[in-house]
């Protein structure tokens, strides 16, 4: 089945630590994207690619980065300054169109990220 | 103001009955209106997507742009218990604009049996 994979479903991460969370997706979509989702707040654009070796932040990117060596992955590591990153972790891809931005986006099922 | 408001509710009502979740929106260059449908711990599923006023319908769910009035809709019809979930409105502009994914705060539906 085609679709989006989100790994591992729940993290938990140390004081100082960096953690990575994996997405990887088999719908050949060009543009990848990470979400935040807080109780209250909505999802918010973390970072987002629209093709391999290049990518651009959103509103909150500050604390976080990425890669995207691969068309099909996209992972996102929450870095130690970001100081409060316990959150619903979404990644979403969208297939690029006549008009790029004519197409829906596409979710993973997530990961909760928590502090220990 | 911010750019899209949605009423976050909660919202519950009995099976069968009529739903309507509605979101505002400011940026009159959004051209492109969504509706996700997300339970609890899952991601967002896409429900309805139209770029153009007016309504669109698919199954029990009715989607409806009213460009004018920067004012969109989703009604269901004959609620079910499994559409207790929360509802998200997104909006973005077309190729040349913002590449963003706008979304409002998302309405928490409950469907009693």
């Known amino acids: 089945d085609g679709g989006i994979t989100q790994s591992p479903k729940y993290l938990f991460r140390k004081e100082g630590q960096n953690v990575t969370l994996s997405c990887e997706q088999n719908?050949?979509?060009?543009?990848m994207y990470w979400y935040r989702q807080d109780p209250g707040q909505g999802l918010r654009l973390i970072y987002y690619?629209?093709?391999?070796?290049?990518?651009q932040k959103g509103d909150i990117a500050e604390g976080y980065s990425v890669s995207r060596e691969k068309k099909e992955s996209f992972p996102l590591t929450v870095t130690s300054a970001q100081k409060n990153p316990t959150a619903f972790y979404l990644c979403?891809?969208?297939?690029?169109?006549?008009?790029?931005?004519?197409?829906?986006?596409?979710f993973g099922d997530g990961t909760r990220l928590s502090i220990l | 103001q911010k750019e899209v408001e949605q009423d976050p509710g909660p919202l519950s009502v009995p099976e069968g009955a009529i739903v309507s979740l509605n979101c505002t929106y400011s940026?009159?260059?959004?051209?492109?209106f969504m509706w996700y449908r997300q339970y609890s711990r899952k991601g967002p599923e896409l429900l309805m997507y139209t770029y153009s006023s007016g309504n669109k319908e698919d199954g029990r769910f009715t989607a409806q742009v009213d460009k004018s009035s920067k004012y969109i809709s989703l009604f269901i019809r004959d609620s079910q218990p499994s559409d207790s979930a929360t509802y998200l409105c997104?909006?973005?502009?077309?190729?040349?604009?913002?590449?963003?994914?706008?979304f409002g705060k998302g309405t928490k539906l409950t469907v009693n049996p």
């Open positions: 979403a891809s969208r297939r690029r169109g006549g008009d790029y931005s004519n197409q829906p986006q596409h």
């Open positions: 690619s629209q093709i391999v070796n290049d990518f």
């Open positions: 997104a909006m973005s502009e077309p190729k040349g604009g913002s590449e963003k994914l706008v």
């Open positions: 940026n009159s260059a959004f051209q492109y």
């Open positions: 719908l050949n979509h060009d543009a």
